[in-house]
């Protein structure tokens, strides 16, 4: 039975507190990951390529392990909802150490067998692009752990609707990254090794200090007692129930996109640099979108734990409209700005010029589907609706984004500028599948605790 002294009430002003700082944190991350690209840059268009397929690679593994932490978000905002502290103690606990352990499985792989994924994936590279591939891959793929471990924490202050510390502390990685990036890079000449070992040492600064924070607290987050590991089977199934399909979602969608970037390979290092800085740049105008993403998980998470569907449709709403809204202005902006923005990157002509078509593209399909496809299925996946969102997104990712590029790319002639198009097409199926089962209510029958 549901406590109704526990109900939430997010009005506009605990909204704002809880989404700007969210906003700004993904702006920290997306401007490291700008910052990385252009300062690599100076080394030359084979270590921007070569970045570029490690860091879709490692979103492959990172994927697999953060989203752990979304079920673990679910699980402990609800417990938060619903007022059972002691739960959301042990839920914290044991999110800690399930993540810490997916890390490992993925990094070893990682490291041991970093050129023949290469090589499956991306077999088309040529040699100084592979040489600049394979060492970031085997430095970052050591960070693993650590970025793990900052998920956790950053994901458990969010629950409990604390979203300023992970943004302070996203301030503190993207201070220590640039620096290490200066000193690496320019001041030591390692080049795209010097990239990696700042990103390496920034995320374990940034685990380092967020799991001191939590262990020391007692609030409902709280990590006292870390040290003496203790399974509790009950509490890490329900957060598996909601991780494992997100993983799998994830996983899956990643695995499409590299199946897709694959393309890029065939069309040599002009369209690979094009792409890579298109992406860069694009991350830009679904930053504010990312975070409203992690707010729709806390805010719902929090309305269902306490058993308020109306509070979490309501708050659905209000924040996919913000979301909307801040998607045009930002993709209008970029869509207009095209040439100064791809110009600091300081690329060739002919990829300048697949950058700036990449873009257009893309600037009207995020405006026209993103929201819906990636914004709402996060409060489904509040309330636990995990397996439809799974599902969708699966069938969507290969029967819409990489067939259809495939096909549009080869088939069509249309060249690389198929696969932007081809993602384009995807967000709106996506996105209309995800809001059919958001109007039907049957989000509400779903149970996590």
Sequence with gaps: MVNTSTLNTWDNRSLIRLLWPLVVEQLLAVTMGAVDTIMVSSVGEAAVSGVNIIDNINNLFIIAFTALCTGGTVVVSQYIGRGETDNARSASRQLYYVVILAAFLVMVPAMIWRVPIIRFLYGGVTGDVMASSSIYFFITALSYPFLGIYNVCAALF????????????????????????????????????????????????????????????????????????????????????????????GSMFQAGRLLTQRIFTSFGTAAMAGNAIASVINSFSFMPGSAYCLGLLTVVGQCIGAGDYEAAKKNTLRIMKLSWVT???????????????????????????????????????????????????????????????????????????????????????????????????????????????????????????
């Design 158 to 249: 969010r629950s409990s609707g604390n979203s300023k510390v992970p943004m302070r502390i996203a301030f503190m990685v993207n201070c220590t990254n640039i620096a290490g990036n200066v000193l690496f890079i320019f001041g030591l000449g390692l080049g795209v090794e010097g990239a990696a070992i700042a990103t390496l040492i920034s995320r374990i600064i940034a685990a380092s200090v967020l799991t001191a924070m939590l262990v020391k607290s007692r609030s409902a987050i709280g990590l006292r007692g870390l040290h003496r590991i203790s399974l509790n089977r009950s509490m890490a199934a329900r957060i598996l129930n909601v991780g494992i399909p997100s993983g799998l979602e």
């Design 327 to 449: 998607l045009f202005v930002l993709s209008g902006s970029i869509f207009l700005f095209l040439e100064p923005l791809i110009g600091l990157f300081r690329l060739r002509a002919e990829a300048h010029d697949m950058a700036k078509a990449f873009l257009q593209v893309h600037c009207v399909s995020m405006v026209i589907g993103w929201t819906f496809s990636f914004a709402l299925p996060n409060a489904l996946r509040a309330a636990g609706d995990v397996r439809f969102v799974m599902i969708a997104a699966a069938l969507s990712m290969f029967a819409v984004r990489v067939s259809f590029a495939y096909l549009i790319t080869f088939t069509l002639d249309a060249g690389p500028l198929g696969v932007w198009i081809a993602m384009g097409l995807d967000f709106i199926v996506r996105g209309t599948c995800y809001g059919l089962r958001w109007k039907s209510g049957r989000w509400r029958d779903k149970r996590v605790i």
